[in-house]
């Protein structure tokens, strides 16, 4: 074959790349301009409002629960998984290991600023009451409205067993370990 | 338990379940690292953590997980380092031209059907924290990924570094894999800044900054190459100057706003090919680099992965989609652009799936792709399943398409271009592995013998197996597996030119190849040379039991050809022959042998010795045996005896006989195989009571003619 500097070779990699840059920037100013992905939700929301029978400790009017209940969001576009944790009030629950290596007992769809999650939660540490004799895989689903651009906020209405709560729930952004890393 | 510990304790089951997995795929005749990621993958929530999640928990807490995220980072960025410097100008040097375009069209094609794919996939699984351009660019970026290094191991692996698939591929490999490197770095630069025009400072510092590498690095580099000459070592200063170079240059491209490995990926790149110098850092980096830090890169990135997020029929349709973009483009580019080169149908399909490799370093892709959010854990999963099915699939498509026969032909000999002129039937064929040539030139000797002396009537093939025994080291890449065939050549040369007689020296045509499986290469080889025999040395085990299970036991398991097994006690001479006959078709093969070596040399002479005791008759010889001896020449049937011996004990009489000859035959006893015996009770006692030269016989096939290339009127066909 002859040299890849002739006039014919560089004239197939120029129309080459040539055509391939065009086809993506039309792609991408296609994309930019029509496609819309769903806000991100990603996030641990706190929720506020103490759930019957777990554990919040005895506390004084004004000063927070020892406990509170955490909704992982772990978010992949429409699509969503997530877990209900009760952790300690002090603790730190924004870092993005917190959730690495577990499997999430909650899947569901973000749709028009709705999201819908169902699925099982472990809280050993509540008390449920005898229709929840087990309180490792608790049936729960999670219905509520994102508030805000960014989102900042969820309101909405959990069922866990035959336990109803109306929440409220403030979102703290997961940071990542290292910048990118 | 201290955070320390319990990183201790993970790095422990990492290690161990990497080994242990990696060995597993090995033996499923799979690049290690494959089985690596897996264990990667198990270990985390795909499998660990839904089986015994409580367990999971409490190994691998969130307050580790970023010392292991710490420690991957360091792996990843010296084994980038070990990449750039395995990449070596001497791959770009086969057919640059078919390459360029092969490699550009490889990249292009996947790059728009990913970019396409985007289109489907942005909104289903993305978010809007992450613009379109940047996912799109991403998503290409991901789909035109070759793994060069795990390529550059399935080609040493199959023996194609020095065919022109191999070399076409490696020099595609080579440019796809730096044009891919641009592509990721130009992608992530978009991701962090989210635009293109925002990305073109951090685009113009990249290529400074390589300008930079390229000259003034490089001449300085060049400078330590020449110290490393004069003093002709690998001092701990001078790899420390260069380990902390790479750390350097590691910490300027993620200032820059690219990413660390590309730093870390440069100055390997740079680093002059200074034989000596390359091979000595890359054995002193991999060792910990491969077998401490890699695994723990394979077990972070495992723990991201959630294979349980495909938990509907429609995700695993768009992970088929994936799949098929992946595949299809890479396949279909490569497959195209070759046979427009004009590659024959069959090597463009084999370069294809050749280049649709992708292992670890779309691993390390998708990882930063997740870290920077650009991608999300779901579409980080379907990308994984991906880069570890095109692996996968990778030898056993290449065998289908080129299969080894294929390989052998293409590798064909000059020497053995002149066989064809006569029936390749008529060519006696002995195959002799040989696993160290200075010590083994009596069993290639006796080869000779076997063959004769007239050309184009018999072939004698060495074959030296070299052994690589972990597949992902250095030396397991092409050029210095190029190095060490040729370093055997050598010594097989040198072998080949003491033999005598010299007229014998054109028979003999070594084989020298990477292989794995010893015993099941030899097999294989033996299979596709259709050799008529395989000749093989054995010593007897050190720790001994006389067990069936060294490399001579697992030839004569696998081998479906008829075997000899060389029992070597020094002699000079072979003038004196020694069959101490019991009928069976074993032992018809010794005779068989016996005849061909006194056809070649008129000074030999056969004893054909039979025992008789009080209760017993002598063997009979064969029906089939005694026609052939009415065919013989007259002069060689004068040089044959037949003694009747009085004894109750036939081996001890055989010992005794043994004593006076150069060379004894033997056919395995029948029970050969069973009972932990190699060769069957009899045989195993006298390759150590024997006092000649032993050769054992064990006939697999009754049709093969060992005599029909000698005595050409011969019907002998036991």
Same mark, same amino acid.
């Given at each position: 074959?002859?040299?890849?500097?002739?006039?014919?070779?560089?004239?197939? *990699?120029?129309?080459?790349?040539?055509?391939?840059?065009?086809?993506? /920037?039309?792609?991408?100013?296609?994309?930019? /301009?029509?496609?819309?992905?769903?806000?991100?939700?990603?996030?641990?929301?706190?929720?506020?409002?103490?759930?019957?029978?777990?554990?919040?400790?005895? *506390?004084?009017?004004?000063?927070?629960?020892?406990?509170?209940?955490?909704?992982?969001?772990?978010?992949?576009?429409?699509?969503?998984?997530?877990?209900?944790?009760?952790?300690?009030?002090?603790?730190?629950?924004?870092? #993005?290991?917190?959730?690495?290596?577990?499997?999430?007992?909650?899947?569901? /769809?973000?749709?028009?600023?709705?999201?819908?999650?169902?699925?099982?939660?472990?809280?050993?540490?509540?008390?449920?009451?005898?229709?929840?004799?087990?309180?490792?895989?608790?049936?729960?689903?999670?219905?509520?409205?994102?508030?805000? #651009?960014?989102?900042?906020?969820?309101?909405?209405?959990?069922?866990?067993?035959?336990?109803?709560?109306?929440?409220?729930? #403030?979102?703290?952004?997961?940071?990542?370990?290292?910048?990118?890393? | 338990?201290?955070?320390?510990?319990?990183?201790?304790?993970?790095?422990?089951?990492?290690? +161990?379940?990497?080994?242990?997995? &990696?060995?597993?795929?090995?033996?499923?005749?799979?690049?290690?690292?494959? +089985?690596?990621?897996?264990?990667?993958?198990?270990?985390?929530?795909?499998?660990?953590?839904?089986?015994?999640?409580?367990?999971?928990?409490?190994?691998?807490?969130?307050?580790?997980?970023?010392?292991?995220?710490?420690?991957?980072?360091?792996?990843?960025?010296?084994?980038?380092?070990?990449?750039?410097?395995?990449?070596?100008?001497?791959?770009?040097?086969?057919?640059?031209?078919?390459? !360029?375009?092969?490699?550009?069209?490889?990249?292009?094609?996947?790059?728009?059907?990913?970019?396409?794919?985007?289109?489907?996939?942005?909104?289903?699984?993305?978010?809007?924290?992450?613009?379109?351009?940047?996912?799109?660019?991403?998503?290409?970026?991901?789909?035109?990924?070759?793994?060069?290094?795990?390529?550059?191991?399935?080609?040493?692996?199959?023996?194609?570094?020095?065919?022109?698939?191999?070399?076409?591929?490696?020099?595609?490999?080579?440019?796809?894999?730096? @044009?891919?490197?641009?592509?990721?770095?130009?992608?992530?630069?978009?991701?962090?800044?989210?635009?293109?025009?925002?990305?073109?400072?951090?685009?113009?510092?990249?290529?400074?900054?390589?300008?930079?590498?390229?000259?003034?690095?490089?001449?300085?580099?060049?400078?330590?190459?020449?110290?490393?000459?004069?003093?002709?070592?690998?001092?701990?200063?001078?790899?420390?100057?260069?380990?902390?170079?790479?750390?350097?240059?590691?910490?300027?491209?993620?200032?820059?706003?690219?990413?660390?490995?590309?730093?870390?990926?440069?100055?390997?790149?740079?680093?002059?090919? =200074?034989?000596?110098? @390359?091979?000595?850092?890359?054995?002193?980096?991999?060792?910990?680099?491969?077998?401490?830090?890699?695994?723990?890169?394979?077990?972070?990135?495992?723990?991201? @992965?959630?294979?349980?997020?495909?938990?509907?029929?429609?995700?695993?349709?768009?992970? $088929?989609?994936?799949?098929?973009?992946?595949? $299809? +483009?890479?396949?279909?580019?490569?497959?195209?652009?070759?046979?427009?080169?004009?590659?024959?149908?069959?090597?463009?399909?084999?370069? $294809?799936?050749?280049? =649709?490799?992708?292992?670890?370093?779309?691993?390390?892709?998708?990882?930063?792709?997740?870290?920077? %959010?650009?991608?999300?854990?779901?579409?980080?999963?379907?990308?994984?399943?991906?880069?570890?099915?095109?692996?996968?699939?990778?030898?056993?498509?290449?065998?289908?398409?080129?299969?080894?026969?294929? !390989?052998?032909?293409?590798?064909?000999?000059?020497?053995?271009?002149?066989?064809?002129?006569?029936?390749?039937?008529?060519?006696?064929?002995?195959?002799?592995?040989?696993?160290?040539?200075?010590?083994?030139?009596?069993?290639?000797?006796?080869?000779?013998?076997?063959? %004769?002396?007239?050309?184009?009537?018999?072939?004698?093939?060495?074959?030296?197996?070299?052994?690589?025994?972990?597949?992902?080291?250095?030396?397991?890449?092409?050029?210095?597996?190029?190095?060490?065939?040729?370093?055997?050549?050598?010594?097989?040369?040198?072998?080949?030119?003491?033999?005598?007689?010299?007229?014998?020296?054109?028979?003999?045509?070594?084989?020298?190849?990477?292989?794995?499986?010893?015993?099941?290469?030899?097999?294989?080889?033996?299979?596709?040379?259709?050799?008529?025999?395989?000749?093989?040395?054995?010593?007897?085990?050190?720790?001994?039991?006389?067990?069936?299970? %060294?490399?001579? +036991?697992?030839?004569?398991?696998?081998?479906?050809?008829?075997?000899?097994?060389?029992?070597?006690?020094?002699?000079?001479?072979?003038?004196?022959?020694?069959?101490?006959?019991?009928? =069976?078709?074993?032992?018809?093969?010794?005779?068989?042998?016996?005849?061909?070596?006194?056809?070649?040399?008129?000074?030999?002479?056969?004893?054909?010795?039979?025992?008789?005791?009080?209760?017993?008759?002598?063997?009979?010889?064969?029906?089939?045996?005694?026609?052939?001896?009415?065919?013989?020449?007259?002069?060689?049937?004068?040089?044959?005896?037949?003694?009747?011996?009085?004894?109750?004990?036939?081996?001890?009489?055989?010992?005794?006989?043994?004593?006076?000859?150069?060379?004894?035959?033997?056919?395995?006893?029948?029970?050969? &195989?069973?009972?932990?015996?190699?060769?069957?009770?009899?045989?195993?006692?006298?390759?150590?009571?024997?006092?000649?030269?032993?050769?054992?016989?064990?006939?697999?096939?009754?049709?093969?003619?060992?005599?029909?290339?000698?005595?050409?009127?011969?019907?002998?066909?036991?």
């Amino acid at each position: 074959m002859s040299s890849h500097f002739q006039p014919k070779s560089l004239l197939f *990699y120029g129309v080459m790349i040539g055509s391939v840059t065009i086809l993506f /920037r039309l792609t991408s100013a296609y994309g930019e /301009r029509h496609l819309k992905a769903p806000p991100n939700v990603n996030g641990h929301y706190l929720i506020n409002e103490p759930l019957v029978g777990c554990p919040e400790g005895d *506390y004084p009017k004004g000063e927070t629960a020892s406990h509170r209940l955490v909704l992982v969001i772990q978010q992949s576009g429409v699509y969503l998984n997530g877990t209900l944790t009760l952790v300690e009030a002090e603790s730190d629950t924004s870092q #993005e290991n917190a959730s690495l290596g577990k499997q999430p007992s909650l899947t569901g /769809r973000w749709q028009e600023g709705q999201i819908t999650l169902s699925g099982t939660a472990d809280l050993a540490e509540c008390q449920l009451g005898a229709q929840d004799s087990t309180n490792s895989a608790i049936p729960l689903t999670v219905a509520g409205s994102l508030i805000g #651009e960014p989102v900042t906020e969820l309101t909405g209405q959990l069922t866990l067993g035959s336990t109803e709560l109306t929440f409220t729930a #403030e979102r703290e952004v997961i940071e990542t370990t290292l910048e990118g890393h | 338990m201290s955070s320390i510990v319990l990183v201790l304790l993970q790095v422990l089951l990492v290690i +161990g379940l990497s080994r242990l997995v &990696g060995l597993g795929f090995r033996s499923l005749r799979q690049p290690l690292v494959i +089985g690596e990621i897996v264990a990667g993958i198990m270990l985390g929530p795909s499998l660990f953590g839904l089986v015994a999640p409580e367990v999971a928990a409490t190994l691998f807490p969130p307050e580790t997980i970023p010392f292991l995220n710490i420690l991957s980072q360091v792996g990843l960025i010296f084994f980038m380092f070990l990449i750039g410097l395995e990449l070596n100008p001497r791959y770009l040097q086969g057919q640059l031209e078919v390459a !360029i375009l092969t490699s550009h069209v490889s990249i292009v094609v996947p790059f728009s059907l990913g970019a396409l794919l985007a289109l489907l996939l942005y909104p289903l699984v993305s978010n809007d924290s992450v613009s379109f351009t940047a996912f799109a660019l991403f998503l290409g970026s991901a789909m035109s990924i070759t793994a060069f290094p795990v390529l550059a191991r399935i080609i040493t692996e199959n023996n194609l570094q020095g065919s022109r698939l191999g070399t076409l591929a490696l020099t595609c490999a080579a440019v796809d894999d730096v @044009t891919a490197w641009c592509l990721l770095a130009a992608a992530i630069a978009v991701t962090r800044t989210n635009s293109m025009i925002a990305a073109l400072p951090t685009l113009i510092f990249s290529a400074l900054y390589i300008a930079f590498m390229v000259t003034v690095g490089r001449s300085f580099l060049k400078r330590l190459s020449k110290h490393y000459d004069r003093t002709g070592k690998l001092t701990q200063s001078l790899l420390a100057s260069i380990y902390m170079g790479v750390v350097a240059s590691a910490l300027i491209t993620e200032v820059i706003g690219i990413h660390l490995i590309f730093g870390a990926f440069l100055l390997g790149a740079v680093m002059p090919k =200074n034989d000596g110098l @390359t091979r000595e850092l890359a054995l002193k980096t991999e060792d910990f680099v491969l077998t401490f830090l890699l695994p723990i890169f394979f077990a972070y990135s495992g723990l991201r @992965t959630q294979i349980g997020l495909l938990n509907t029929p429609g995700l695993w349709l768009l992970c $088929g989609a994936v799949l098929l973009v992946a595949i $299809g +483009g890479k396949y279909i580019g490569t497959y195209v652009a070759g046979r427009v080169c004009g590659l024959q149908q069959r090597e463009a399909s084999a370069l $294809g799936w050749l280049m =649709n490799t992708r292992g670890l370093t779309e691993l390390i892709v998708l990882n930063i792709g997740l870290s920077l %959010g650009v991608i999300s854990p779901l579409l980080f999963t379907m990308l994984v399943i991906m880069a570890l099915v095109t692996t996968f699939m990778t030898s056993p498509l290449l065998e289908w398409t080129y299969s080894k026969d294929l !390989i052998r032909q293409d590798l064909v000999e000059p020497a053995e271009i002149a066989e064809a002129a006569i029936d390749p039937a008529m060519i006696y064929r002995i195959l002799v592995p040989v696993a160290n040539p200075s010590t083994q030139q009596g069993l290639v000797q006796l080869a000779v013998a076997i063959a %004769g002396t007239e050309p184009l009537r018999a072939v004698v093939h060495p074959l030296n197996l070299i052994q690589l025994d972990q597949d992902y080291v250095f030396e397991s890449m092409p050029a210095e597996a190029e190095r060490i065939v040729a370093k055997q050549q050598a010594q097989l040369q040198e072998l080949i030119q003491s033999l005598e007689p010299v007229s014998a020296q054109s028979l003999v045509h070594p084989i020298v190849r990477i292989g794995h499986d010893v015993a099941r290469e030899t097999a294989l080889i033996a299979s596709i040379d259709q050799a008529d025999l395989v000749l093989v040395g054995w010593h007897r085990p050190a720790f001994s039991d006389n067990r069936l299970g %060294g490399r001579v +036991g697992q030839i004569l398991s696998t081998a479906k050809t008829d075997v000899a097994v060389f029992v070597d006690r020094h002699s000079k001479k072979l003038e004196k022959l020694l069959v101490p006959y019991i009928a =069976n078709i074993h032992n018809d093969l010794g005779l068989e042998l016996a005849l061909r070596i006194m056809v070649s040399n008129p000074n030999c002479y056969l004893t054909i010795l039979r025992v008789a005791s009080n209760d017993q008759q002598p063997s009979e010889l064969s029906y089939e045996f005694r026609s052939v001896m009415q065919q013989l020449p007259t002069d060689l049937r004068d040089r044959i005896t037949f003694p009747v011996l009085e004894s109750s004990d036939f081996l001890q009489a055989a010992v005794e006989a043994s004593k006076s000859v150069d060379l004894t035959i033997a056919g395995a006893s029948r029970e050969w &195989g069973i009972e932990r015996q190699t060769l069957g009770y009899y045989t195993d006692q006298l390759a150590v009571h024997c006092q000649s030269s032993l050769l054992i016989t064990r006939r697999y096939s009754k049709v093969t003619p060992h005599l029909t290339s000698i005595l050409p009127y011969s019907s002998y066909s036991p």
